[in-house]
Structures are given as C-alpha cells and as structure tokens.
C-alpha cells in the first residue's frame, strides 16, 4: 500500500502545480453529463493522461478531462469521465480520484450518475437524491490493508449521503421548481444491464434506481472524512419495468435532454453549499 500511497502522492502533487487555488468542492459527473462544466469560470483544463497514475476512462460520455475554475464564485474541480469496475480496473483505482482529492485537502463531494429507474413513480429525466444505497454485490472498495493515513478500517456508513445537504439540495431545487425525487441507488457489476429478475430483487430490497457506479466513491470519501451528496439522472428505466430493451444509446439521449435542469441544480446547490452546514 506504500507504492499505491505514493502514486496518489505523484497525482496530487501534479493537479496542485497546475492550480492557483484549492477547489472547495469536488464534482463527478456522470455519462452524458459533462455539460455542467460549460459554467465554469476561470477555467483550467487537465486530460488524465497528463496526472500521474491517473486512469483512462473507456466509456462513451466520459471524455476523461478535470475542469478547474469557479461556480457561483466558489473554488470546484470537476470530472468529466470517471472509471468503473466493468472496465477491467481494481477497485483501488476505480476510487483511485477520490482519494487523491482528499490528499488535495478536499473536503466535500458532490457524485452524480445515470442511472435506470426501479421505481415505478419515476420516469426518464427524472432527478433522484441519492439518501441511500446497497452494495451487496460488489467489491469492498476498502478491501485490502487498511490507508490510515485516510481513515478508520471500519467506518460508519450510517449517514453516508449528508443529511444537511440533501436538505439544502431539496431546499434549492423547490426554490428553483425543479421536481427532485429522493431514493435508494442500488451498485451492481456491469458491464451489463441488470436482469428483470434482479430488478425485480433489488426492487424488494428497496433500490429505486440502479447504476454501475458512485458506490465505491461514496465509500471511500465517507471513509476519508469527506461530505458527500449524490444525484442520480434517470435515464432508463430498468430492464422488466417497460416492455423494451435497454440502450447506451437512450442513457445518452435521456441525460441530454435533462442536463439544463441538472446543470442548473448543480450550480444553485454549489452556490448555496454553505447552507449545508458541511463544510471542511
């Protein structure tokens, strides 16, 4: 564990030489949601494969670029492209961004994705705050000798999404007349679409979305101190809820067409962050 600490060192260390400021908030966002960064101001781009040890993204949607700058006069990094375990990577490197932020002194952490929707009250382009999620059937993003250097090796995950800001966050969205739905994201494996009959058990379990990614994330940052809100874009609705199959294609489609009421959540929730009472 003392070479993989000294690579999030190296990748650090170089995001910081390129920076003039120290982000507040870190943003991951989600396939087919990068447009948020077109409200960046002061903006300063790095493509990944210029960090050191820094992995690639290989999915469509995720251009694999951080954007540095402002929103609403609030210093924040962005990802436009994260990395999952379908690609082939361990999970010490699915999560590999995360803990290199808080090595940044990076406190707070906004994680978004796309996701297909389990419960039956939503719809494609709905937004959903992430209060919960299950991860039965994954790799422990904490497998393995324990970082001290980050934290405990048996966190809490008892308020894993912030209770203040998913307040705040629906607080922003009811001042704005954004429709926000609130659920339970359920992390499963990929690369492939989840089965009606799984969907079906994660339905009794209590999921109302279901996604491929942000539960390692989430973990990991709960587990390094960091304040964390998610966000969910329904783009689909999950396999056995409609009778039609499932495209990469529709998730694209569907994120497109949300990204003005989700940019717009984004940017009102970073502007109003204080409000949370989170802040590190």
């Known amino acids: 564990m003392k070479e993989y600490y000294q690579k999030l060192t190296e990748a650090a260390e170089y995001i910081e030489s390129r920076l003039s400021f120290r982000p507040e908030i870190a943003i991951v966002l989600g396939s087919g949601l990068g447009s948020l960064v077109d409200d960046v101001e002061d903006k300063i781009q790095i493509d990944y494969k210029d960090i050191p040890n820094f992995p690639l993204p290989t999915v469509e949607g995720h251009a694999g670029k951080l954007v540095a700058g402002t929103i609403s006069g609030r210093p924040i990094l962005a ?78 995950m008892t308020d894993a999404y912030s209770k203040k800001l998913r307040k705040m966050a629906k607080d922003v969205a009811a001042s704005e007349g954004l429709e926000l739905k609130e659920g339970v994201y359920a992390f499963t494996q990929g690369p492939m679409y989840e089965t009606p009959a799984e969907i079906r058990a994660l339905g009794i379990l209590g999921a109302d979305a279901v996604g491929m990614s942000t539960v390692p994330e989430v973990i990991v940052a709960r587990h390094a101190g960091i304040n964390v809100l998610g966000i969910s874009c329904i783009t689909n609705m999950a396999a056995g809820i409609l009778d039609q199959p499932l495209h990469h294609e529709e998730v694209m489609r569907t994120a497109k067409e949300a990204e003005r009421k989700f940019t717009l959540l984004i940017r009102k929730i970073v502007e109003n962050w204080h409000k949370g009472g989170d802040e590190v």
């Open 79 to 156: 990802m436009k492209g994260r990395f999952h375990y379908y690609e082939g990577y361990e999970i010490p490197d699915v999560v590999f961004h995360v803990r290199v932020f808080r090595l940044m002194g990076i406190g707070n952490l906004i994680v978004t994705n796309a996701a297909g929707g389990i419960n039956k009250s939503f719809k494609p382009g709905d937004l959903m705050l992430i209060k919960d999620h299950i991860s039965f059937f994954a790799p422990s993003a904490l497998r393995g000798p324990n970082l001290d250097e980050f934290g405990l090796r048996f966190p809490d």
